[in-house]
């Protein structure tokens, strides 16, 4: 028997492993299911490509943070659709689905695991607090989402001004804390790490970047659970008045019929409630006002890229900001 080494010991993420196309099956494959041959496919293979005109600008450590956010996405969405009890991702079944929910969550907590892994190796305790931070936040708006907003002891079923903003600043923070933060200090991490004496300005750049696209992202996120069905959007689609959750359009459509109050309290969850809803939603502006507002955000995050100067990586943005608007899956 040969001394472990420091390799064998991280169980190494190889750095000699090709960037783009690394596989996390491995994981599945450690506790076989069924026999290789039926064993299902993972649906969320790591996909992280960089423009062929971009390829060059990017220092190895910033394409290495891609991909450690890459990894803590996809093992938040292994969690998630353990929580959501959610059948398919990306056209695929789901983790929990192919695999059951230990393995699903064993999945999400290996590539946790190797991203910190990774992230210890940039060197940088800036950035390793940050990143660090954003798994917290991933949990905090999860359990954010879980909490009751409304209780019946307070009688808040009117669509008073105050209980309405109320409600509002819960979804926006729950919203900023399940998706934006990833975005935000993803961005400004590659700023930390790219250095130069711009430091503070191109910081709160990027994170305004990320903040303002991530919640355009979600807000997209929650107007086409109610738009769009399975066939475009590759998971189920109107998912969230079944979990419960009364998300932009079910927040506006509230302001404009008072009916709504009631069903947000009971989570949707008295027999045709969830009809019910969907059809207050569909005869309100909620889905219009929901996209407008992450419009507003998009177009914010448009804005605070101008402290930059002009390149081909501001301009791949900048047209991130409208495909963010116009994605129909
Ligand atoms: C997507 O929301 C979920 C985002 C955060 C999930 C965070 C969890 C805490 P959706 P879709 C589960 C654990 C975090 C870890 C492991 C880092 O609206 O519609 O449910 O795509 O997304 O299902
Ligand atoms: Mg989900
Ligand atoms: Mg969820
Ligand atoms: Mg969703």
């Not at 946790?112 to 917290?136: F, H, K, N, Q, Y």
């Not at 019946?152 to 979804?171: H, K």
């Not at 300005?201 to 919640?215: D, I, Q, S």
Request: glycine share 8%.
């Amino acid at each position: 028997d040969r001394p472990l080494t420091r390799a064998d010991v991280l169980n190494d993420w190889n750095p000699s492993m090709p960037d783009t196309t690394t596989s996390f099956q491995t994981v599945f494959d450690l506790v076989p299911p069924t026999p290789p041959a039926e064993r299902p496919r993972m649906p969320l293979e790591l996909g992280f490509a960089v423009p062929p005109t971009l390829a060059g600008t990017l220092l190895p450590t910033q394409r290495r943070l891609a991909q450690i956010v890459e990894m803590i996405h996809v093992a938040s969405l292994l969690h998630d659709d353990v929580i959501d009890a959610s059948a398919l991702r990306r056209g695929a079944p789901s983790a929990p689905a192919a695999f059951g929910n230990k393995l699903a969550v064993l999945g999400g907590d290996f590539l946790l695991g190797r991203a910190s892994t990774a992230l210890s190796r940039l060197g940088d305790s800036e950035v390793v607090e940050l990143i660090a931070s954003v798994i917290a936040n991933l949990v905090e708006g999860e359990i954010l989402q879980m909490k009751d907003v409304f209780t019946p002891e307070l009688g808040l079923v009117a669509a008073t001004p105050a209980v309405c903003s109320d409600a509002w600043s819960v979804y926006l923070k729950k919203t900023y804390l399940k998706t934006a933060s990833l975005m935000a200090k993803g961005c400004r991490a590659s700023v930390i790490l790219g250095g130069g004496a711009q430091g503070e300005v191109w910081k709160e750049a990027a994170y305004a970047f990320g903040r303002n696209f991530g919640l355009a992202f979600q807000l997209v996120d929650d107007v086409l659970d109610y738009e769009a069905g399975e066939a475009t959007l590759g998971k189920p689609g109107g998912a969230d008045l079944q979990l419960g959750l009364a998300t932009g359009p079910a927040l506006y459509a509230w302001e404009e019929h008072p009916e709504m109050g009631p069903l947000i309290l009971r989570k949707f969850e008295q027999e045709g409630d969830v009809e019910l809803a969907r059809d207050l939603v569909r005869r309100s502006s909620g889905v219009a006002r929901t996209r407008a507002l992450a419009r507003a955000h998009s177009e914010k995050a448009r804005e605070v890229l101008q402290v930059l100067p002009d390149s081909e990586a501001k301009s791949a943005l900048e047209i991130l900001t409208d495909k963010v608007i116009t994605r129909t899956s």
